[in-house]
């Protein structure tokens, strides 16, 4: 398995995401932003921190994967880049940033992975016809 650097503005399009919703989502006003750290919500001040850790985890995987290749790290800042990614666009750049940065073994139990998890969760019910769909089927 190889792993690769994402870009900062992959990582800016997810904080984007977790912090407005899709651009296709049902209803942003109901929007649940993931965890971060175990509070429950947090705003642009915080989507820097967000980022930052996100990046710190891809970078942790290049060491585990590649040890000789120890590479400057650089700081993040949130720019809010671009336009907000669609549900699909987001589960699939969810997909490649742990692709990327699973490859220690740290990875299980680090806040990147439960921020990650939860904007999962979020997106799946912001998908249309989540809400009408029966919760329990007999």
């Not at 190889?2 to 995401?17: K, W």
């Not at 940033?97 to 990147?112: F, L, P, R, V």
């Not at 921020?115 to 329990?136: I, T």
Request: with cysteine.
């Amino acid at each position: 398995m190889s792993a690769f650097l994402v870009s900062d503005n992959h990582i800016d399009q997810l904080i984007t995401v977790a912090l407005h919703g899709p651009r296709d989502g049902k209803n942003a006003r109901n929007w649940y932003q993931p965890s971060l750290k175990g509070t429950q919500t947090w705003g642009a001040e915080s989507a820097t921190e967000a980022g930052q850790m996100l990046l710190n985890e891809n970078y942790n995987s290049l060491d585990a994967r590649y040890p000789a290749d120890k590479d400057g790290r650089h700081a993040f800042t949130y720019a809010g880049r671009g336009p907000r990614l669609t549900i699909v666009e987001a589960f699939k750049a969810l997909d490649c940033y742990e692709y990327q940065s699973c490859e220690h073994d740290g990875w299980e139990a680090s806040y990147a992975r439960k921020f990650c998890d939860s904007l999962r969760g979020n997106l799946c019910s912001s998908m249309a016809g989540y809400d009408a769909a029966p919760w329990g089927i007999e």
